[in-house]
């Protein structure tokens, strides 16, 4: 079975400062992560996803993330914030491999809101 | 390129009722993935649907059914809606099935259940 974990499901920041939102994963197979980004009365968009190359993703926006397996982490990070990147924040997991019931369905987090103060 | 649409935008029932919501894929694509997102929560895999079949389900119970058709649009009803099917669904579709495909998001149905 896989799961997803997002420690913190609030997050605030000043403008400039760091921005860091945690996930962490269960997975019994070796995952496929995303960060997907929602804005209020909106749906989901895709930020980056990691499908097993490179363990440094990057992706829109100035955010990238860290696939870390002895962690089973995949943190988001964005090294200034800015007042556009106040949003809710998902964490997501699917499963990797050419499985018969491999559907790719994604397991999300909970969320985490992020905050940008000016 | 056409993204993800979904109609209607929002939507009142009561208890009890039928509802029909509606998605249409992005050009190219031929799966659609329906999730149910409460509010304050992430979204929850419902169904998806690939080539007009039904390929995987999550923990939903059979009062939510869908089609998909040879456009590969496709539709999720919800048969004798409970108040807790308040939330909000969103369709999303990618190039084919399986793990590693981007899915595209609509901007999904709100559904209100009084």
């Known amino acids: 079975a896989q799961s997803v974990t997002q420690l913190g499901s609030h997050v605030s920041v000043s403008e400039g400062a760091l921005v860091l939102l945690r996930c962490n994963y269960s997975?019994?197979?070796?995952?496929?992560l995303f960060w997907y980004v929602q804005y209020p009365n909106q749906g989901l968009q895709l930020l980056l996803k990691?499908?097993?190359?490179?363990?440094l993703v990057k992706g829109i926006n100035g955010f990238e993330a860290e696939f870390k397996k002895s962690e089973t982490s995949f943190h988001l990070t964005k090294p200034s914030a800015h007042m556009s990147d106040a949003a809710e924040y998902f964490c997501?997991?699917?499963?990797?491999?050419?499985?018969?019931?491999?559907?790719?369905?994604?397991?999300f987090g909970q969320g985490t809101t992020l905050q940008v103060k000016p | 390129e056409t993204g993800v649409t979904q109609s209607p935008t929002h939507l009142i029932k009561t208890r009890g009722q039928q509802v029909t919501l509606r998605c249409s894929s992005q050009?190219?694509?031929?799966?659609v993935s329906w999730y149910q997102q409460a509010l304050g929560q992430g979204p929850q895999f419902i169904f998806q649907?690939?080539?007009?079949?039904?390929?995987g389900r999550g923990n939903f119970p059979p009062r939510f059914s869908g089609l998909q058709f040879p456009n590969y649009s496709s539709e999720l009803n919800v048969n004798a809606l409970e108040l807790d099917d308040s939330a909000l669904y969103l369709c999303?579709?990618?190039?084919?099935?399986?793990?590693?495909?981007?899915?595209?998001f609509g901007p999904g149905t709100r559904l209100t259940v009084l």
């Open positions: 649907y690939y080539r007009e079949e039904e390929n």
């Open positions: 997501a997991v699917s499963r990797s491999g050419p499985h018969s019931s491999n559907t790719g369905k994604l397991i």
């Open positions: 997975s019994s197979v070796p995952p496929y």
């Open positions: 999303a579709s990618s190039r084919t099935s399986g793990g590693g495909n981007e899915q595209f």
């Open positions: 050009s190219g694509h031929n799966t």
């Open positions: 990691y499908t097993s190359a490179a363990t």
